[in-house]
């Protein structure tokens, strides 16, 4: 059985995620701490996730060399477009944005990936953030939130569908749904009606849990 090494938090995670419930695979989990980097070595010669473990006990990562794997072994119909301009522009103009909301909340999350002193410690270090940095982002939420909604309804007019980027599953929609997963930790961010709907198809989709908002 195919087994998956991941973090809660990760998009690239998320992304495998994705395509592994949609192309209907039987696979196992695992959390894996944030700093528990002979793990990751072992496995692939990598200090990242997500790992996919496959039958024969050789590993693969790199998020979408994974899924292009998944997706030539069930013969999953997915359309190769990528994101349009206006959409992947717009996840651009407010990358340091949602950075600034979601980083700061991952401490107050109850990750698992998060649990042991070490593995906070490696986070902080690696984001270069401390208790000062965090609190002043978080007092700043309702002005990056107001920064952020104009960009948010963009996105949700560009979608074709209520579910998918285009009509139909895409590579794009592999690309766009991990971003906007993160952002549901965002206490009083109110997502458009219609990425609201987009966002609960894929969650439910691909079994994965909104994040607890802080």
């Not at 996840?91 to 909340?105: D, E, M």
């Not at 953030?129 to 909604?149: A, D, F, G, V, W």
Request: include cysteine; hydrophobic fraction near 40%; charged fraction near 25%.
């Amino acid at each position: 059985m195919l087994k998956l090494y991941h973090y809660e938090i990760c998009p690239y995670c998320i992304r495998v995620r994705m395509m592994l419930e949609a192309c209907g695979f039987d696979y196992t989990m695992q959390i894996l701490q944030y700093d528990d980097k002979h793990t990751t070595q072992r496995l692939a010669q990598t200090n990242l996730t997500p790992i996919l473990t496959l039958e024969n006990g050789t590993s693969i990562s790199e998020s979408m060399d994974i899924i292009q794997l998944l997706i030539t072994k069930s013969k999953f119909n997915i359309s190769e477009k990528r994101l349009p301009k206006e959409i992947s522009s717009t996840l651009g103009k407010v990358k340091a944005i949602r950075s600034k909301l979601f980083k700061p909340r991952f401490l107050s999350l109850n990750l698992k990936e998060l649990e042991t002193d070490s593995a906070k410690a490696y986070f902080l270090n690696r984001w270069n953030m401390n208790e000062e940095m965090i609190n002043h982002e978080l007092q700043q939420t309702p002005s990056y939130i107001r920064k952020l909604y104009p960009h948010l309804e963009t996105i949700s007019e560009k979608l074709l569908s209520e579910n998918f980027v285009y009509n139909q599953w895409a590579i794009a929609d592999i690309e766009l749904f991990p971003s906007l997963r993160s952002l549901t930790c965002v206490k009083g961010l109110i997502f458009p009606e219609r990425l609201s709907q987009y966002i609960g198809f894929h969650l439910k989709q691909a079994k994965i849990a909104p994040l607890n908002q802080v």
